[in-house]
């Protein structure tokens, strides 16, 4: 059996959520906000501690919301009262759910109203990144039902508190990069000429669940000649040959938070040209590095990185961005792209994330996860190896 590593405490203390409450009510009341809506797992986790795979079913909606003064209030299911009350939250009111003329809209109008008072400013994430996880007509009887509210965008205020993580949220992040740090360790164990990629794959998920990882949410990757040609598609089935660059990009959990970083291996032996898109990925992310300080911007690191990737010869990057927020999901806000000007602060977790064309329909990808700290970044994974590895 694998070494065990140390696990951080699951859940959080009470000062935890109580400090993440009053920075969101100095927030709202900074911003007029009476109180802020909110519906989908991750902000609802993240004031609460709901913590369940059961978000996956789509058929009822869930709620919570923060008061200007006082706990929480959650307005959810009855199936989910008893993992609710396990948590931080402490006035839970239910329903019975599916209900086929009102899935809670009556109670959850009823509870802002108790919560405010009889009008109001009612935030609501609406911007990008962000999503409502209830019917829209159910959106439509709410409005109808507080006519003397107006809903307003709360995007910035919830970005602004997650973006920046604890660090109780940084050591779970942490201790899940550490676990698949050493499933990725495990390489030439794992993969070889003659496998399938589906093989490959279902293999990597078994080293990381026995590492100790609670779910491997997330597992795309590619496999091809010198090179891949994307990295989003699942496994097809075809067998991995030498010369081949095989990539996983995965995204592990741990207690809500995710680790999201890929790596690269030659079955066999590698290309000159596959070596040198390697080396200038790997430069790349050297480049973010050095520029991942506070005070700088998203948009600092990718032209920092950009400019290694044009220096190496790539013929494009159609992504769209170099990297991006982590936490309790796969993919925050923000983005390491030439638009986003979010200014670097301590507490920060990003990753690094440059890829490039560099020959018609072949790809490199390199991923790094990192914590911003005063002075130098602390990086969340272990460091890829310098030179593509060569493995099977």
């Not at 935030?123 to 829209?136: D, S």
Request: charged share 20%.
């Amino acid at each position: 059996m694998p070494a065990v590593n140390k696990a951080p405490p699951r859940g959080f203390p009470d000062m935890e959520f109580e400090a993440r409450l009053e920075r969101a009510q100095r927030f709202m009341s900074a911003k007029g906000v009476d109180a802020i809506l909110l519906t989908t797992a991750a902000n609802i986790a993240y004031f609460s501690g709901f913590q369940t795979q059961f978000w996956q079913s789509p058929t009822r909606p869930w709620f919570l919301i923060l008061p200007g003064s006082g706990k929480p209030c959650a307005v959810i299911p009855e199936i989910g009262a008893a993992c609710m009350a396990r948590g931080w939250v402490e006035d839970i009111r239910t329903w019975s759910s599916p209900h086929p003329t009102d899935d809670g809209v009556s109670l959850l109008a009823s509870t802002i109203e108790e919560c405010t008072r009889t009008s109001g400013r009612i935030g609501l994430p609406m911007g990008a990144e962000t999503y409502l996880r209830m019917p829209l007509t159910d959106l439509d009887r709410l409005k109808s039902k507080l006519p003397n509210f107006a809903l307003i965008d709360a995007t910035d205020i919830v970005r602004d508190l997650r973006i920046v993580k604890s660090q109780l949220e940084i050591e779970k992040i942490a201790h899940v990069c550490t676990m698949v740090s050493d499933a990725f360790a495990d390489a030439p164990m794992l993969f070889a000429a003659g496998q399938t990629d589906i093989e490959a794959f279902r293999a990597f998920k078994m080293e990381c669940l026995r590492r100790g990882v609670d779910d491997v949410s997330y597992l795309v990757g590619g496999a091809g000649q010198g090179g891949y040609g994307d990295i989003i598609s699942p496994p097809s089935g075809r067998p991995l040959r030498l010369g081949d660059v095989l990539i996983l990009d995965t995204g592990c959990v741990y207690d809500g938070y995710f680790c999201d970083f890929d790596r690269n291996f030659a079955i066999g032996h590698a290309s000159e040209q596959s070596r040198c898109a390697y080396d200038t990925v790997y430069r790349a992310t050297e480049a973010g590095l050095a520029v991942a300080r506070p005070g700088n911007t998203c948009a600092d690191m990718f032209n920092a990185m950009q400019k290694v990737l044009e220096a190496g010869g790539a013929l494009g990057n159609a992504v769209g961005r170099l990297g991006h927020g982590l936490g309790s999901e796969l993919t925050e806000p923000p983005s390491h792209a030439p638009f986003d000007k979010t200014v670097l602060q301590p507490g920060m977790v990003i990753t690094l994330e440059p890829g490039m064309e560099f020959a018609p329909g072949r790809h490199m990808v390199h991923e790094e996860n990192i914590v911003i700290r005063e002075g130098a970044p602390e990086i969340l994974t272990r460091r890829a190896a310098p030179e593509l590895p060569v493995i099977g």
